[in-house]
């Protein structure tokens, strides 16, 4: 690129990323380093544009129509999910199916960003334990990004954020979690359980037979709303079926959820875990549930 190309791609490009900063002006943590970078890039032109490249690729996720784009949203939870190790595998799993690019943001109030509309789906991989979640405008934003037909993924201990400070979310989601409170149960002891599909012709669940998992087996959901039901597993406390894994729409929008993912164990001890969640959120994104192409069969066995 000789000099005067890369002058003009510079002024476009610090014009044109000028709209994705809204993360990093707004949340003075994960991304507080790339406002810094594009302040000292800032010197020379060309460097600015490839500054901005950078940033566009961080915050507005991969411009290839063919992807998959996927935001998953972490940085808090219960102390025992321990999400810097969680969120990571949930990403490796995922884009084992190579449609996939995901990005993670360790900040959940980030979900009040104009910027959601980027991406095909949002996984909420996050709970506010003993802290207010994400405020009004952050609800407002996600409710309107499904109900305009926006995918939306809840694993584990996601289906408990907002605990009792957003009705909608139960009505969203279809289940939340309660187990919060005395007399109020929560899950079985975390051990190896059956999770046996409830349906097997929907898409994101023909083909699967019943398997085993070691995790927590959730028995505290609560809800009415219309869920499909997909796979569910037997307390061995209470001896009722409880929900491992359903659909339902909201809006326009798709909605999976499953409470699997206690820990990077429960999603990688049995292939089939992540085959369902990629499954599940291919689903949620509106695209098909088989994989492009797989790079490897059982990539997380050990
Ligand atoms: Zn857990």
């Not at 809204?22 to 302040?39: C, D, E, F, K, Q």
């Not at 095909?120 to 405020?135: I, R, S």
């Not at 907002?162 to 051990?191: L, S, Y």
């Amino acid at each position: 690129m000789n000099l005067a190309k890369s002058i003009l791609k510079g002024i476009a490009s610090m014009i044109t990323c000028e709209p994705d900063r809204y993360w990093s002006h707004n949340r003075p943590g994960a991304l507080r380093p790339g406002i810094r970078t594009v302040r000292w890039l800032g010197l020379t032109v060309s460097l600015a544009a490839g500054a901005c490249s950078i940033q566009k690729t961080l915050l507005a996720g991969p411009a290839e129509t063919n992807q998959l784009r996927i935001l998953l949203v972490t940085g808090q939870d219960y102390p025992a999910h321990v999400w810097r190790e969680t969120a990571p595998a949930l990403r490796r799993l995922l884009e084992d199916d190579a449609r996939f690019k995901v990005r993670v943001i360790e900040d959940p109030h980030a979900l009040d960003s104009a910027m959601l509309t980027n991406y095909d789906a949002v996984l909420l991989h996050f709970q506010n334990w003993q802290q207010p979640g994400p405020g009004a405008a952050a609800r407002d934003n996600l409710q309107r990004f499904v109900t305009n037909g926006g995918g939306l993924v809840s694993v584990h201990f996601a289906c408990g954020a907002w605990h009792g400070e957003w009705p909608e979310f139960q009505n969203i989601m279809g289940r939340v979690w309660h187990g919060q409170g005395p007399g109020k149960p929560q899950h079985d002891k975390r051990g190896k359980f059956l999770v046996e599909i409830a349906d097997k012709t929907h898409p994101i669940t023909a083909g699967l037979t019943d398997f085993e998992t070691t995790d927590e087996l959730y028995t505290c959901l609560t809800g009415d709303a219309p869920i499909h039901l997909l796979a569910h597993a037997k307390s061995k406390v209470d001896q009722k079926y409880h929900p491992q894994a359903f659909s339902r729409e909201y809006g326009k929008g798709r909605v999976f959820l499953t409470t699997l993912g206690h820990d990077v164990f429960a999603y990688t001890n049995n292939p089939v875990v992540g085959e369902l969640l990629r499954r599940g959120t291919a689903w949620s994104a509106g695209v098909s549930t088989q994989p492009a192409k797989q790079t490897n069969s059982q990539p997380h066995l050990h």
